[in-house]
T-cell receptor, first 113, second 112 residues
Framework: QKEVEQNSGPLSVPEGAIASLNCTYS??????FFWYRQYSGKSPELIMF????GDKEDGRFTAQLNKASQYVSLLIRDSQPSDSATYLC?????????????FGTGTQLKVEL | DADVTQTPRNRITKTGKRIMLECSQT?????MYWYRQDPGLGLRLIYY???????NKGEISDGYSVSRQAQAKFSLSLESAIPNQTALYFC???????????FGPGTRLTVL
């Protein structure tokens, strides 16, 4: 089992719809969770982080965390063509060697006109 | 603006050549990292440094070495480049005690 898993996509949604991106992780002790957005050929940029169970909202973005089920999701409301990018989930895994930020392979999102 | 910069941005080299990728930052962060990104494999940690005197191997350090010349500078070397080191390389920084990273623009390296 991969430590952080994401569906590679592409996930296609029409403009104005809600895009739902999911991520599961293996380490039950993980405490910190991050979503990065990466446009093609560019570097990842942080868009959301969440530490506690439940939802965290920032503008059109909502991060949802369920520690019991070991998944974290990102919802993008009113999706725009400019949201088309790859979204990377990152989790701080509590490993024997200390805290380690581990990335999933990313989900490609395409927002269609 | 406080920033993370990488040089060169693109490099094509031949098998067996020594290559150095450089990273500098004006964010004042203590922690610096080198990642490589390959299609389908995501971002993988090569080396990281929590301060000038601290160097740690990541999950894929074989074939690479690093030098932390100053708080603001962290360089990655490929002593003898091989084709499977063809990838997009990112430098990143973070504050001590904070997990999220700030990435540089990346270096696209091609080894022929």
């Amino acid at each position: 089992q991969k430590e952080v898993e994401q569906n590679s996509g592409p996930l296609s949604v029409p403009e104005g719809a809600i895009a739902s991106l999911n991520c599961t992780y293996s380490d039950r002790g993980s405490q910190s969770f991050f979503w990065y957005r990466q446009y093609s050929g560019k570097s990842p940029e942080l868009i959301m982080f969440i530490y506690s169970n439940g939802d965290k909202e920032d503008g059109r973005f909502t991060a949802q965390l369920n520690k019991a089920s070991q998944y974290v999701s990102l919802l993008i409301r009113d999706s725009q063509p400019s949201d088309s990018a790859t979204y990377l989930c990152a989790v701080v895994l509590i490993t024997g060697g200390g805290n380690k930020l581990t990335f999933g392979t990313g989900t490609q999102l395409k927002v269609e006109l | 603006d406080a920033d993370v910069t990488q040089t060169p941005r693109n490099r094509i080299t031949k098998t067996g050549k020594r290559i150095m990728l450089e990273c500098s930052q004006t964010k004042g962060h203590d922690r610096m990292y080198w990642y490589r990104q390959d299609p389908g494999l995501g971002l993988r940690l090569i080396y990281y440094s929590f301060d000038v005197k601290d160097i740690n191997k990541g999950e894929i350090s074989d074939g690479y070495s690093v030098s932390r010349q100053a708080q603001a500078k962290f360089s990655l070397s490929l002593e003898s480049a091989i084709p499977n080191q063809t990838a997009l390389y990112f430098c990143a920084t973070s504050l001590a005690g904070v997990s999220h990273l700030f990435f540089g623009p990346g270096t696209r390296l091609t080894v022929l």
